[in-house]
């Protein structure tokens, strides 16, 4: 099964080897809220993925990159196959699409954090 997006905090908090109180505190909530987050009880708002992403030296868009990337794309390729409101052209266009953005930010991977 594919880390959440809660899961993939806690092994960077982890890796980083900060205790959750001390990076809460870093990031500016609760302990409790952080334990949330982690164990997917609760999403984090765009701000505090923000501030969690900046106490882990990454941007969001990578915490939740890394979280999409980790989903079988299978899944999304199957969601258009079995979608009868498409077309067999459309579901086509879908799926290259879909497919090359995929590839595009596996690709992007590699250039390092910022």
Do not use: C, K, W
């Not at 908090?13 to 949330?36: C, D, K, N, T, W």
């Not at 794309?73 to 995929?102: G, K, N, T």
């Amino acid at each position: 099964m594919s880390p959440t997006l809660g899961e993939i905090i806690r092994n960077r908090r982890e890796l980083a080897e900060l205790p959750l109180r001390q990076f809460a505190s870093m990031v500016g909530i609760s302990g409790p809220y952080l334990s949330q987050i982690e164990r997917g009880l609760r999403a984090p708002s765009d701000r505090v993925l923000e501030a969690i992403a900046a106490s882990l030296r990454t941007t969001a868009d990578a915490l939740r990159g890394e979280s999409a990337s980790r989903q079988r794309p299978s899944a999304v390729l199957a969601a258009i196959a079995e979608d009868p409101r498409l077309s067999p052209r459309h579901r086509q266009a879908l799926s290259e699409v879909y497919l090359a953005f995929v590839a595009s930010a596996d690709a992007g991977r590699g250039g390092g954090r910022r």
